[in-house]
Protein backbone atom coordinates (compact mmCIF):
# COMPACT_ATOMS: atom_id res chain seq x y z
CA UNK A 1 0.00 0.00 0.00
CA UNK A 2 1.44 3.27 -0.95
CA UNK A 3 1.08 6.19 1.55
CA UNK A 4 0.17 9.79 0.24
CA UNK A 5 3.03 12.23 0.37
CA UNK A 6 1.04 14.16 3.22
CA UNK A 7 0.57 11.33 5.13
CA UNK A 8 4.39 9.57 4.67
CA UNK A 9 5.70 13.30 6.25
CA UNK A 10 2.94 13.65 8.74
CA UNK A 11 4.10 9.94 10.10
CA UNK A 12 7.79 11.02 9.86
CA UNK A 13 7.14 13.57 12.26
CA UNK A 14 4.98 12.12 14.52
CA UNK A 15 8.17 9.76 14.36
CA UNK A 16 10.51 11.92 14.91
CA UNK A 17 8.23 13.31 18.16
CA UNK A 18 8.04 9.83 19.31
CA UNK A 19 4.07 9.91 19.02
CA UNK A 20 3.66 7.70 16.09
CA UNK A 21 1.61 4.16 17.11
CA UNK A 22 3.27 1.48 15.47
CA UNK A 23 0.46 -0.69 15.65
CA UNK A 24 -2.17 1.45 14.23
CA UNK A 25 -3.04 -1.79 11.87
CA UNK A 26 -5.20 -3.08 15.52
CA UNK A 27 -7.29 -0.01 15.78
CA UNK A 28 -10.70 -1.28 15.04
CA UNK A 29 -12.71 1.71 16.34
CA UNK A 30 -15.18 2.82 13.73
CA UNK A 31 -14.19 6.24 14.17
CA UNK A 32 -10.41 5.30 12.74
CA UNK A 33 -12.28 2.68 10.11
CA UNK A 34 -14.58 5.83 8.36
CA UNK A 35 -13.23 9.48 9.56
CA UNK A 36 -10.54 11.29 8.15
CA UNK A 37 -10.22 13.23 11.10
CA UNK A 38 -8.83 10.23 13.43
CA UNK A 39 -5.47 8.66 12.30
CA UNK A 40 -4.62 5.37 13.84
CA UNK A 41 -1.21 6.10 13.44
CA UNK A 42 -1.37 9.50 16.27
CA UNK A 43 -0.83 7.70 19.17
CA UNK A 44 -1.94 10.44 21.42
CA UNK A 45 -5.37 10.82 19.46
CA UNK A 46 -5.34 6.87 20.13
CA UNK A 47 -4.83 7.07 23.20
CA UNK A 48 -7.27 9.81 24.14
CA UNK A 49 -10.05 8.15 22.33
CA UNK A 50 -9.72 4.84 23.72
CA UNK A 51 -9.96 6.38 27.28
CA UNK A 52 -12.88 9.10 26.06
CA UNK A 53 -14.52 5.34 24.76
CA UNK A 54 -14.69 4.43 28.76
CA UNK A 55 -15.07 7.68 30.44
CA UNK A 56 -17.62 9.28 27.85
CA UNK A 57 -19.39 6.29 26.22
CA UNK A 58 -19.42 4.13 29.40
CA UNK A 59 -17.31 1.52 26.72
CA UNK A 60 -16.00 -1.34 29.17
CA UNK A 61 -11.88 -1.15 29.58
CA UNK A 62 -11.63 -4.73 27.87
CA UNK A 63 -13.56 -3.58 25.19
CA UNK A 64 -11.65 -0.31 24.66
CA UNK A 65 -8.51 -1.58 24.77
CA UNK A 66 -9.43 -4.48 22.25
CA UNK A 67 -10.47 -1.39 19.32
CA UNK A 68 -7.21 0.00 20.17
CA UNK A 69 -4.83 -2.66 19.91
CA UNK A 70 -4.04 -2.38 24.19
CA UNK A 71 -3.96 -4.58 26.19
CA UNK A 72 -5.76 -4.14 29.27
CA UNK A 73 -3.14 -3.36 31.71
CA UNK A 74 -1.75 -1.10 29.30
CA UNK A 75 -4.71 0.81 29.37
Given at each position: ?R????????Q??M???N????N?E??TD?????E???DP??L????????????????????A???FG??????
Amino acid sequence: MRIPRDARAKQEAMSRQNVLYHNAESVTDELFQTEDFFDPHDLIQVKYEMLRRVRADDWSVTRAADAFGFSRISY
